[in-house]
């Protein structure tokens, strides 16, 4: 018959090597087309054929799915739930957004109520504050009320001596005409005795004036200053008074500026309670929609659940078949292989083709009797009897019986192996083999004095080790003691060892113990003094094996100025007899140096090395 119409869902399908058999044979009459009427034609024109559609139906001789109208695929079914659990995750993130917002929301209300309170207390504040420097204004204007009239008094009562002033300086000068009249009388009189009476009144009269002068001058002066006096403080308190005005005026900006600020937080407070209602409003809306979908997320996980179920109930059905057709296919190939052996054993040890084999040796030719070495049949097998039995002579060929042709086989077989094998060789390989026996036992006799010359220098080496470990630690611990007193004054360090039988396995342990510490394990010191002590037992190998330099880098970074002058002193003791050369960042360090170098970065981005000879 012509092949069914469409493409074989075997060519859809990728599968390993090893299954694709299976999947041919199950897979081998199902077809994919495109259209539900295609499959129908296919099927009505070819009964044993599958067709399957691009929607998902499914159509055959006996059976009819259907891909869309059916129940959800598992894919489905994942799908929904993925899209409703990304929806739930979503709404669960829109929540805790508005949960936020209605915490700020909270806390805007709060603080806006607070500041509401702080412009309360700052508006009564300014009232009281209003009310003060009204009244002290009050009391100023009076002051300086007062001190105008004060000081207009004073400056009628300066008119006034004025006016005395000028009349006493009128009069003073009438009288000092009369009194040069007077004198002028009495010159003319000459030798006569002048009446001094007049005199005498006239210098009273002068005396007086004088008097009367200089007490108008000094009123007048105390006149001035009081009116200067009254002058200034009067002045002083206009402005005091211009200042009150202005403390009035941005009290009252101020209570107005609190005014407008408390309106703002009301309307702030307004706002922050509309926006509470719909934040509530929108959780309210959001817990509902929430709750809405964790009941379809609860109805689709059942779903899935079930179809999860059936899928694994499918699964294991496809799961059994493939395993019938795996172990068919199995059985099949060994057959295959079996055959395969069993023609190429053909070839090789007798030298027949597999064709020719069967057609002169099949089960459908006859097989010579079977007879023993004195040419009777043997008891076993009983197919001399049943040829007997047939009426079959001794020399003519029997049927082809396969079990009675297996026994003979087992028998031959053991005869065959009771022969045993015979090999022409064995001379050949006796000495081939003797001749290699005394060689390898040469070579063994040669790598047995070889093992012992080796054992031999590891023992002498490692006698040599043990003694120059030993001299060598002797001398490090005992320059360590005296390292270690001096870079730890009134401290002690020594140098453990882990086994003292064995030399050559044992481990060295830093013993520490710095002055006011009882500490001596190495892990219980501070930095400092880790690094110090670490420094010690390195200045200790130094003076126990000298070499002819050293390089130390940045060894004194967690030292302190006591403890790196001490670390200088024993550097410079060293330098006497070795080249060191220390990487430092120390500037007590750099000055006992003789020479130093250092890395200098340029404009251009060059390294440039500069060197100083100190010396």
Not at 496 to 511: A, I, K, N, R
């Amino acid at each position: 018959t012509a092949p069914a119409p469409g493409t074989s869902a075997t060519a859809l399908v990728s599968a390993p090597e090893q299954l694709r058999p299976a999947l041919g044979r199950l897979l081998a009459d199902t077809v994919v087309v495109d259209t539900l009427e295609t499959a129908e034609e296919v099927v009505k024109r070819h009964p044993g054929t599958t067709a399957v559609t691009a929607e998902g139906d499914l159509l055959s001789a006996h059976r009819v799915t259907g891909g869309s109208e059916g129940a959800p695929s598992l894919l489905e079914a994942q799908a929904a739930v993925d899209e409703a659990a990304a929806k739930l995750t979503e709404l669960e993130s829109r929540c805790e957004r508005l949960k936020e917002e209605q915490a700020r929301a909270k806390e805007a209300r709060r603080a806006a109520a607070a500041e509401v309170e702080d412009l309360a207390r700052r508006r009564s504040s300014a009232e009281r504050e209003k009310s003060r420097v009204a009244g002290r204004v009050g009391t100023l204007e009076g002051q300086a009320r007062a001190a105008r009239g004060e000081a207009e008094r004073a400056a009628a009562a300066v008119t006034k001596a004025q006016e005395a002033l000028a009349k006493a300086r009128q009069e003073a000068d009438e009288l000092a005409e009369s009194l040069a009249a007077a004198e002028e009388a009495q010159e003319a009189e000459g030798a006569a005795d002048p009446d001094t009476s007049v005199r005498d009144r006239l210098a009273a009269d002068g005396a007086n004036a004088r008097q009367t002068e200089m007490e108008a001058r000094l009123q007048v002066r105390t006149h001035e200053e009081r009116v200067k006096a009254i002058a200034g403080r009067a002045d002083a308190l206009d402005r005091g008074a211009r200042a009150e005005r202005e403390a009035r005026a941005r009290a009252e900006e101020r209570r107005a500026r609190l005014r407008h600020e408390a309106e703002v937080a009301q309307a702030v407070a307004d706002g922050s309670r509309q926006l509470l209602a719909h934040v509530e409003a929108s959780l309210q809306r959001a817990r509902e929609e929430r709750e809405g979908i964790e009941r379809a997320k609860a109805e689709r996980e059942q779903a899935l659940a079930d179809e999860r179920s059936q899928g694994r109930v499918l699964k294991d059905e496809l799961d059994k078949l493939t395993d019938s057709v795996h172990r068919g296919e199995v059985l099949g190939a060994e057959k295959r292989m079996r055959i395969e052996q069993l023609e190429t054993k053909a070839l090789e040890e007798l030298g027949v083709e597999p064709a020719g084999l069967i057609r002169d040796y099949g089960p459908d030719q006859l097989v010579p009797p079977s007879v023993t070495a004195e040419g009777e049949e043997p008891s076993e097998g009983g197919s001399g009897g049943r040829s007997a039995a047939a009426g079959h002579s001794h020399s003519e060929p029997v049927p082809f019986v396969r079990a009675e042709q297996e026994k003979r086989l087992k028998a031959a077989e053991r005869a065959y192996q009771k022969l045993g094998k015979i090999n022409p060789l064995a001379l050949e390989e006796f000495a081939a083999l003797e001749e290699r026996h005394q060689f390898l036992s040469e070579q063994l006799e040669d790598l047995k004095k070889t093992r012992a010359d080796l054992l031999q220098v590891v023992k002498e080496v490692d006698e040599r080790v043990e003694q120059v470990f030993t001299e060598a630690y002797h001398d490090t611990a005992r320059e360590f003691e005296g390292v270690f007193s001096r870079l730890f004054p009134g401290g002690e360090g020594r140098l453990v060892l882990t086994e003292p039988d064995s030399m050559l396995t044992t481990g060295v342990d830093v013993e520490a113990r710095p002055p006011g510490k009882k500490v001596k394990r190495l892990s219980l010191l501070s930095g400092g003094e880790r690094s110090l002590t670490a420094v010690a037992l390195l200045v200790s190998i130094f003076k126990a094996r000298p070499s002819p330099f050293y390089v130390m880098d940045e060894v004194e970074a967690a030292l302190d100025d006591t403890n790196l002058q001490r670390l200088i002193r024993i550097m410079e003791e060293l330098k006497d007899s070795s080249q060191l050369i220390v990487i430092t960042h120390q500037k007590r360090t750099m000055e006992v140096a003789d020479a130093l170098y250092g890395v200098s970065m340029q404009g251009d981005g060059v390294s440039k090395v500069i060197s100083q000879r100190l010396s």
